[in-house]
């Protein structure tokens, strides 16, 4: 493997905590699972330096396909989108709730 393939494979070696990784091997086949991808997802995103979206782990599980998706920028459009999405999203988090809630109303019988 060569370029972004050895990149990708060298998180997926991390993430996995595997000694090798095949180009062709699936990530949900070697280990992977929900939890793994997130961790995934940020460690690529991160170490390849461009948009990525968390269900390109799903849409593309090895090594090969990734690095194909990432070169061709297939629905690069779609990944930026998703991930201005994610940014609001978090933005609005790390604000907190503005305004007042409401407050819980407590019914007494007797």
Not at 1 to 10: D, K, N, P, Y
Not at 13 to 33: E, M, P, S, T
């Given at each position: 493997?060569?370029?972004?393939?050895?990149?990708?494979?060298?998180v997926w070696?991390?993430?996995?905590?595997?000694?090798?990784?095949?180009?062709?091997?699936?990530?949900?086949?070697?280990?992977?699972?929900s939890l793994l991808a997130?961790?995934?997802?940020r460690s690529l995103?991160?170490?390849v330096g461009r948009p990525l979206a968390l269900t390109d782990i799903f849409r593309f599980p090895t090594?090969?396909?990734?690095?194909?998706?990432?070169?061709?920028g297939e629905d690069d459009s779609a990944a930026q989108a998703a991930e201005a999405r994610a940014s609001?999203?978090?933005?609005?988090?790390r604000r907190g709730r503005t305004g007042a809630r409401p407050a819980l109303a407590t019914v007494t019988r007797g």
């Open positions: 493997m060569e370029g972004l393939e050895a990149r990708i494979a060298t070696r991390d993430v996995l905590k595997l000694d090798a990784v095949g180009r062709n091997d699936n990530f949900f086949d070697i280990g992977g699972h997130v961790q995934l997802h995103r991160d170490f090594v090969a396909a990734l690095a194909r998706h990432l070169a061709d609001g999203r978090r933005a609005v988090l």
